[in-house]
């Protein structure tokens, strides 16, 4: 189900059946629940954009918190009781030690941030409550592509489509938010996991689902890259230099985010098996020449004025 307010139809892989209704739209959730019977719920809905949700956090809060209550509600009543939840890195705030732990402390420090950890509260409650049995799934920066699939965002704002876009000439600059973090050049520190890598984990977590509780994983691979390095290997993919500009910091940006994948890794056996991030890259490169204008909706050449 998608209302594809972000989505495309397009992307809906061969054999899905698509509903296109709003996770908040009840009657419209009620409907299909009553047509058939169904298993698990695997909810990835969301309004994601950080800086919107630091400037207009009021439908940040609509969307993601009460059109989640109103999806558990729904599925409440028609007796689903698995529930697999795409939740973020977003909850840790600045994190307090290297290495993220699902146990460490949660102090959101943007809004969406906060609705995701409102939603895993809520559905921590579900759980014992109701014998629902939940896996939360805390991702790091989600990336990457396939030959069929890739990352086709408007506005875009996730860092490797916005580089590829100054590769394939349609911006004139790609914009470094922040160059005086305590970090080693200067940028954010992000773990990077490729999408393959992410949609394995959520298989795992269907073929465990079995005892009432709920139980949190962080999707990453354990180790960072910088901005600046990031902007690096896209250039050493497309073969050229990439022309960026340091801006000031974006609020709700921590410094550093990186995943402890222990949890995942012993509890459900996950390995990251294409996230090395010259292969991340590579396969978003791959697609975006095979799809110049994505998914064909909603694009146009983002060239700035120069200055």
Same mark, same amino acid.
């Given at each position: 189900?998608? #209302? !594809? ?24 959730? %009620? ?7 169904? #298993?698990? *719920?695997?909810?990835? $809905? ?12 009021? *439908? ?20 689903? %009781? ?6 973020? $890195?977003?909850?840790?705030?600045? /994190?307090?030690? @290297? !290495? ?29 409550? =109701?014998?629902? @049995? ?20 408007? /506005? ?6 916005? !580089? ?16 005086? =973090?305590?970090?080693? #050049?200067?940028?954010?520190? %992000? ?32 180790? @960072?890259?910088? +901005?600046?390095?990031?902007? %690096? ?7 050229? &230099?990439?022309? @960026?500009?340091?801006?000031?910091? &974006?609020?709700? #940006? /921590? ?24 292969? *991340? ?10 799809? /110049?204008?994505? =998914? ?6 983002? +060239?700035?004025?120069?200055?």
């Amino acid at each position: 189900m998608d #209302d !594809l307010s972000a989505g495309y139809a397009a992307a809906v892989p061969q054999g899905a059946r698509l509903h296109t209704a709003d996770i908040g739209d009840r009657r419209a959730m %009620r409907e299909l629940f009553a047509s058939e019977d169904f #298993d698990v *719920i695997f909810h990835f $809905a969301a309004k994601a954009l950080i800086p919107e949700s630091v400037s207009n956090p009021g *439908i940040f809060f609509d969307s993601n918190v009460a059109s989640g209550i109103a999806l558990l509600e729904e599925a409440r009543a028609a007796g689903i %009781r698995k529930f697999v939840f795409s939740s973020s $890195a977003a909850v840790y705030g600045n /994190p307090q030690s @290297t !290495l993220i732990a699902e146990d460490d402390p949660k102090n959101p420090v943007n809004p969406y941030g906060e609705t995701k950890l409102m939603l895993e509260r809520a559905l921590s409650w579900y759980a014992s409550a =109701y014998d629902w @049995t939940v896996v939360a799934f805390r991702y790091f920066n989600a990336c990457g592509g396939t030959s069929t699939v890739g990352e086709d965002h408007w /506005p875009e704002t996730h860092i490797i489509p916005l !580089l590829l876009q100054v590769a394939s000439g349609e911006r004139e600059y790609f914009e470094v938010f922040g160059h005086d =973090y305590s970090t080693p #050049d200067g940028t954010c520190l %992000r773990d990077y996991v490729h999408v393959l890598d992410i949609a394995e984990a959520h298989v795992r977590a269907l073929q465990a689902l079995a005892r009432p509780g709920m139980t949190a994983y962080n999707i990453g691979t354990g180790t @960072t890259f910088s +901005v600046r390095q990031v902007c %690096r290997v896209v250039e050493r993919i497309v073969g050229a &230099r990439l022309h @960026t500009r340091d801006s000031a910091r &974006r609020a709700g #940006d /921590p410094a550093v985010l990186c995943a402890d994948p222990k949890r995942l890794m012993t509890l459900l056996g996950w390995q990251p098996r294409f996230s090395d991030i010259e292969q *991340i890259v590579r396969s978003a490169w791959e697609w975006k020449e095979k799809h /110049p204008v994505g =998914y064909g909706a909603r694009r146009a050449v983002l +060239v700035p004025e120069t200055d």
